[in-house]
């Protein structure tokens, strides 16, 4: 019972300074739970959020202090969005006001309930009339029988949705049509998207589709206003359609009728900084809770949502064709240990893929040249005493960066002008070691005379509008050859490549990330899905890789197109070395300017965690890079067969852990990663 006067607030506290970070005040109104307000706490004012008062919440106390003000223009969050905000603060180990805060769109506490309404009411009038609906109807291709049986599928489906199928299989017109029937229920519909720079042509799908209806994005680049005008047209149900990366998953919809997951395996629905949460899970959560359809899409679904439909959890619907019956391209693998003995470290290329690039050049056709190493070369070395460009401040080297002349550390940014002589005997002759994107695409502009050699990577798109002006020089044919990161692999649909080649991917075959495989794997798919999207030029379309390990299974798996067979490897990998999705995990991290001071926090922390049957707590170890910007890291494993036992044995161990935290006083910050990506 709510006591009259009386409101939980939640507000943006540490989780354990209070239950949950829902804190008393007293009102005057009553003020339904979902209503924004602003509450004092200390000395300050802070916005808040009404919450429901837990049934066992001890009594207020005395000296309750009143709440400032209630923005009663905003029709409150509705109770499906703080059910799913206070599962996913439990489940994640985070405050529910921390969390509900760092949600909503940042300008929206800067307002007042005057300027509030004003906006709310130039919304509603600017957005009502909506694009007229008397433009022509859209032309929709017939589904083929894939895709039909896949749509039947979904409008009956009482389980997550996966939707299984190589680019250029179709999916999309599946989310399409999928969105459409829900749309015409009168219900809102979600897609989430790995990164909206990167996939313009789902945004230009979905408008053209549907230009009667209003869509809108959510996602880091928009502007704070765009952001909060988003956000408001979604709450209050004007927008029918929110395309968004990660952070939409919270978006706040009154008529959510569907849930698409576009490339669902992708590692950025994981947040990895504040409330590190999957938005892929919360998704698959949130549709569970409402009771609507949720549609996971991916070509190499993680082994996650693969387990998960191996045990009927999940439906998955194959799309085993491509649209068009354009073939999967041809998969070469290029043993880098046959190349001739003198000429295998220096070439870039193997001479027959160097060959093939030429002949699309030839052609007219593009080629893709992927490398994971962005810069012109990974570190600066002397030979004469073995110097190296290490990152005074991190554990790292620093990159050399040629077209400025700068060593950098792609951690902490730590840059300065490339020395004339080595720092430590004078030795003039520091040279470069290995090979970055810049690199190679000088490297291939010597090799191929003439030939209109680009780069895409974080250093050529980091200007306003530098990506796009990019992606359009690659469509409208300006360019040859793009040398570039996995940032290519991703999303474009570009009709005139057919040669694709992964220059040096054999590291994370042997990383110490568990997962380093899985999203190789993926990565080299999912680039293979860019050669011959086009039908007419999928026979002659190619997949190149460079490799030193050409018999190993990753890559047998990846010549035959056989997603089954790898995830059927790894999957029995995991199982025996009892990681997930056969265990959960979740990682404590400490940072001190001294690893010392990090160590003994993680230390204490362990003995905090001892007595919990069912789950075990291995030894803290540092990351691997485990210095950046002076600060020490340090991480320690949390493992257990069963996710709720580990969730119980988190949520009594997190009140100890604030509270020794107050006593490591040189601690700077520590954090609980659930379900960690990275270990
Ligand atoms: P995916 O999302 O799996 O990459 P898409 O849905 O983008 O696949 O389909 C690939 C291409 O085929 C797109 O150009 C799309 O418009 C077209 N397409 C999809 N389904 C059909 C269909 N049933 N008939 C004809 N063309 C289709
Ligand atoms: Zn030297
Ligand atoms: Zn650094």
Redesign the pocket.
């Known amino acids: 019972m709510i006591r009259p006067g009386v409101l939980s607030v939640a507000v943006e506290t540490p989780r354990h300074s209070s239950v949950g970070g829902l804190l008393d005040y007293a009102s005057e109104q009553t003020l339904p739970p979902g209503t924004l307000v602003r509450v004092p706490l200390g000395r300050r004012e802070v916005p808040g959020i009404v919450w429901e008062r837990a049934a066992d919440a001890p009594p207020p106390p005395a000296d309750l202090r009143s709440l400032t003000a209630a923005l009663s223009a905003l029709p409150p969050l509705d109770t499906e969005w703080r059910e799913l905000i206070a599962f996913a603060a439990s489940y994640y180990q985070r405050g529910i006001g921390e969390l509900a805060l760092a949600v909503l769109p940042p300008d929206l506490r800067k307002l007042d309930d005057t300027r509030l309404a004003r906006r709310l009411k130039r919304l509603v009038t600017a957005a009502a009339p909506g694009p007229t609906a008397a433009a022509p109807e859209p032309a929709r ?4 029988d894939e ?1 039909a049986a896949a749509l039947a599928a979904i409008a009956t489906a009482r389980r997550p949705v996966l939707l299984h ?9 599946v989310y399409l049509r999928a969105a459409d029937a829900a749309l015409s229920q009168g219900r809102q519909a979600l897609v989430l998207v790995p990164e909206i720079n990167l996939t313009p042509q789902l945004e230009a799908r979905f408008a053209a589709r549907f230009p009667a209806r209003l869509m809108v994005s959510l996602h880091s680049g928009l502007t704070p206003a765009q952001r909060l005008r988003h956000w408001l047209l979604a709450h209050l149900g004007r927008a029918d359609l929110v395309l968004g990366t990660r952070l939409a998953v919270f978006a706040s919809m009154p008529r959510l009728g569907l849930i698409v997951i576009d490339e669902e395996h992708d590692p950025s629905f994981k947040q990895q900084e504040g409330a590190r949460y999957s938005a892929r899970d919360l998704a698959v959560w949130r549709a569970h809770r409402l009771g609507i359809a949720v549609l996971l899409g991916s070509a190499t679904p993680s082994l996650e949502t693969w387990q998960r439909a191996l045990e009927g959890r999940y439906l998955r619907l194959p ?1 085993d064709r491509r ?2 019956g354009g073939a999967m391209p041809a998969v070469r693998l290029v043993d880098m240990a046959r190349l001739p003995r003198e000429t295998q470290h220096e070439r870039v290329l193997a001479p027959p893929l160097l060959q093939a690039i030429g002949e699309r050049i030839e052609r007219g056709e593009q080629s893709l040249l992927l490398l994971n190493r962005r810069g012109y070369a990974p570190v600066l070395h002397c030979g004469a005493c073995g110097w190296k460009s290490g990152c005074a401040h991190c554990s790292a080297w620093r990159v050399f960066h040629k077209a400025d002349r700068t060593l950098r550390c792609h951690h902490c940014g730590f840059a300065e002008r490339v020395p004339r002589a080595c720092p430590d005997c004078g030795n003039l002759d520091i040279a470069p070691l290995g090979r970055g994107t810049e690199k190679l695409q000088e490297q291939l502009a010597a090799l191929l005379p003439g030939a209109r050699v680009a780069r895409l990577d974080a250093d050529t798109t980091r200007g306003a509008g530098a990506l796009q002006q990019q992606l359009g020089a690659v469509h409208a044919g300006e360019v040859d050859v793009l040398v570039g990161t996995q940032m290519l692999a991703k999303g474009h649909d570009f009709r005139r490549v057919t040669l694709v080649a992964a220059v040096n991917p054999d590291a994370a075959l042997f990383s110490s990330d568990f997962r380093a495989p899985e999203r190789l794997f993926a990565l080299l798919m999912q680039a293979a899905g860019r050669a011959g999207r086009d039908a007419a030029q999928a026979a002659r379309s190619e997949m190149w890789v460079q490799t030193w390990h050409p018999r190993h299974p990753l890559y047998a798996a990846l010549k035959a197109h056989d997603y089954e067979a790898y995830a059927a490897a790894q999957l029995a990998e995991r199982r025996a070395a009892g990681l997930p999705p056969f265990a959960s995990l979740a990682l404590l991290r400490a940072e001190a300017r001294s690893a010392d001071v990090a160590r003994a926090f993680l230390h204490e922390a362990a003995a905090l965690a001892a007595g919990h049957a069912g789950v075990t707590v291995y030894p803290p170890v540092p990351p691997p890079v485990s210095r950046v910007a002076d600060v020490e890291r340090l991480q320690m494993l949390v493992e257990s067969a069963s996710r709720s036992v580990l969730q119980r044995m988190l949520a009594a161990w997190l009140p100890g852990l604030h509270e020794l935290r107050a006593r490591h006083k040189g601690l700077l910050r520590w954090a609980v990663d659930v379900d960690p990506l990275a270990i």
């Open positions: 291709p017939e589904l083929n895709q199928g190589v680019t250029g299989s179709g999916k999309t017109e799309l649209i068009g």
